[in-house]
């Protein structure tokens, strides 16, 4: 969270209207993997705390650009992080759709 609070330009995709320098866009990858690694960890010692998977939702949804570029390799995580990974990003398809858009338009990244 101390991460998060420190780093708004990561935590919150749309602060700004340019894009991220490389500098920025390797800070915001580092950002990831530790968000990443922490709800992995979550995940690990809470496996059927309901309200994680929703928060995790809701945090994959906010980053859904991330989880659609290269620097996302799934094999690495585990099978419930993928599979909120994939709902997340359906349900943003799904958003995109009912309002026109497309998922390009609704992920992005700075």
Partial sequence: ???SMNNPLYSKPGLRDET???L???GFYWYMQIMSQTLEQVFEFVPDEESW???ALLQF???CRYFLSEDYVPEVHSERFQDLVEEALELEEEW???HDMT???VCYID
């Fill in 96 to 98: 995109a759709a009912d």
């Fill in 1 to 3: 969270m101390e991460i």
């Fill in 103 to 105: 998922l390009d338009e």
């Fill in 20 to 22: 991220l320098t490389d």
């Fill in 61 to 63: 949804r906010l980053h």
């Fill in 24 to 26: 920025e866009y390797e």
């Fill in 53 to 55: 998977n929703y928060n």
